[in-house]
């Protein structure tokens, strides 16, 4: 169980029964904790926790493991060892980078270095395991003499995990990416510049790494006060505009905002910019005049189904350009490859718009982010390339970004990542053992560790008496044992092995929730499976512990009566289980 920034306000500790011991310490407050995932944050974007108690790669990156527990432990500990109380810790600023034996010149050198340890703001330069961390803390007790005992101690295990991998490469795409977000979110209009493009494209096979790029970029987008909001097509048909939805309903409520400050400036000079195409339709417009009346042909009919689509297209952009007058706006459109008709013909039409209110001098603030894969048998990215070269013809090219899978070295980077190991010679010899001389995705070099480590071929290297992970790794593993193991071609084949091991039952319903799409209600699928959801909640934990699925942070993602939303850790997990399905069986999950 991940905690997440445990707050010294966590923490209670009550009265001892023996004279002279020391009471014991309860952590409370697990609100926004997380079990079993180890990656990135499961929420593209949004880091969720209190500021000060956050470790660095959580802020910048959305990493997730437990050496984030580790560092908030460490901060506690800061706090309370370097100031005569807490509150003074605040008022001083929260710092924990200047070296606590300044602060506090009579502490132990010994627990003052343990504690700087622990906020190291390298990752890597933490100790791995809680356990580790109570080695250190009893030897420190147990060397200094004390008219004090310690309670009953729990018996820690210090089981080996693979962390989170880190975010490899990319450091170009990244500062193209940075600067796009400057041009289009903090745009000023002058006739002396070039119209900036409004479009950013991200395109890759999966596994690439789309969604973690992604991720880094509306980090950047918040960092420039952006309003981030996301959609995400689904490969199965649904309603028209369905991966829309969410976005034209905050663009709606935020236009609503900016319309009615807008009302109340009574300084025109400081009022927001008004811009074409801003102007919302309403009931009293002659269109709607028009859809109010009954076809009386086919053709009438046509006509009808074209302006409705009109009227929409036009909402949405006027919501949009409305909003940007309050705050820079950031739209985020993932596998773009599976829109359907109306959804792409609405994101042209507002790309369209957008360069037009450019063209006469505004400054519309707002970015647009699409991801597709580039698959060669869909017909319907066609239109995104006939898209993008239109707008190449009326402003700047869009941007486009292309992954590639990662190269040996920095597969070599990632696997150091997870094992939480310095890039040694062995450890890149273990590399090139596992994968050969190939390229591959981030996720599929995730996925043959996670498989290596279940299957007994990743080993610790622990060698005490008690067993307990010293934080190394035996990489001495042969080619025999890996022709044993068997390991997977493609990710398809990874992720069907990890699923192997999951019980039938939760294979099950993690085969429902596939119907479901990514992101899936717990109230539904229980109704879906006729399962009561605390029966349920036992082989949610089990998928979640092999990170399969992981929880919303309802912070950031709630609609009012949905209850607690899951989503798959990554869009090709769900296909691959979904792919697997019989039709007849898909057919019968879908009819539920």
Request: glycine content about 4%; proline content about 6%.
């Amino acid at each position: 169980i991940l905690l997440r920034t445990p707050l010294t306000g966590d923490l209670l500790s009550g009265d001892s029964a023996m004279p002279l011991t020391i009471p014991r310490v309860q952590l409370t407050d697990f609100g926004i904790a997380k079990f079993g995932d180890l990656s990135e944050d499961s929420l593209v974007g949004q880091v969720i926790g209190t500021p000060l108690y956050l470790a660095p790669e959580a802020v910048d990156e959305g990493i997730i493991d437990p050496r984030l527990d580790l560092y908030a432990v460490g901060v506690v500990l800061y706090q309370l060892l370097s100031y005569p109380n807490p509150r003074a810790w605040l008022r001083s600023g929260g710092d924990v980078q200047r070296p606590i034996s300044e602060i506090a010149p009579t502490l132990d050198a010994e627990l003052a270095e343990l504690v700087m340890l622990l906020v190291h703001p390298d990752l890597q330069q933490r100790p791995k395991s809680a356990a580790a961390i109570f080695d250190l803390l009893l030897f420190w007790w147990q060397t200094h003499p004390s008219n004090y005992e310690l309670p009953p101690l729990p018996s820690l295990h210090g089981r080996p995990y693979l962390a989170a991998s880190r975010f490899i490469g990319r450091q170009r795409e990244l500062s193209q990416a940075k600067s796009f977000l400057q041009r289009t979110l903090q745009y000023e209009a002058s006739p002396d510049d070039s119209l900036p493009s409004s479009i950013m494209t991200i395109s890759g096979i999966p596994g690439v790494g789309k969604s973690r790029l992604l991720g880094r970029i509306i980090r950047m987008a918040f960092g420039q006060q952006a309003a981030v909001w996301v959609g995400q097509c689904k490969r199965e048909i649904g309603h028209p505009y369905e991966s829309l939805q969410r976005i034209i309903s905050a663009a709606k409520r935020m236009a609503k905002q900016a319309t009615i400050e807008t009302a109340q400036s009574s300084d025109a000079a400081d009022a927001p910019e008004s811009m074409p195409f801003d102007r919302i339709p309403t009931e009293k417009d002659e269109e709607y005049q028009l859809l109010r009346k009954p076809a009386q042909s086919k053709l009438e009919e046509l006509k009808q189904q074209e302006l409705r689509k009109h009227l929409f297209q036009s909402r949405l952009t006027a919501f949009v350009l409305r909003a940007s007058r309050l705050q820079p706006v950031c739209l985020v459109i993932e596998d773009l490859q599976w829109a359907d008709d109306a959804t792409k013909d609405a994101l042209f039409f507002l790309g369209r718009n957008l360069t037009l209110a450019r063209r006469q001098g505004h400054r519309p603030r707002v970015a647009c982010i699409l991801t597709y894969r580039p698959l060669a048998d869909n017909p319907q990215l066609q239109d995104v390339r006939v898209f993008l070269a239109q707008q190449a013809q009326l402003e700047q090219a869009p941007l486009q970004v292309v992954l590639d899978t990662l190269p040996m070295a920095q597969i070599g980077e990632q696997v150091a990542s997870m094992l939480m190991e310095p890039l040694t010679d062995p450890l890149t010899a273990f590399c090139e053992r596992v994968f050969g001389a190939s390229a591959h995705t981030p996720l599929f070099v995730e996925q043959i560790m996670r498989i290596l480590l279940q299957n007994g071929v990743l080993t610790d290297a622990t060698s005490d008496k008690i067993q307990r992970w010293n934080g190394r790794w035996n990489l001495d593993i042969q080619l025999a044992a890996l022709r044993n193991a068997a390991i997977p071609k493609t990710v398809q084949e990874a992720i069907g092995e990890r699923a192997s091991r999951l019980s039938v039952t939760t294979q099950e319903l993690l085969a429902m929730a596939c119907v479901l799409g990514r992101q899936f209600s717990l109230s539904i699928l229980s109704e879906m499976s006729q399962m009561p959801l605390r029966q349920l909640l036992d082989y949610i934990d089990e998928a979640a512990s092999a990170a399969f699925i992981n929880e919303l942070d309802t912070l950031y993602d709630h609609d009012e009566g949905k209850g607690v939303t899951l989503q798959f850790t990554h869009d090709r997990f769900r296909e691959a289980l979904y792919d697997t399905l019989p039709t007849t069986q898909q057919r019968e999950f879908h009819h539920r």
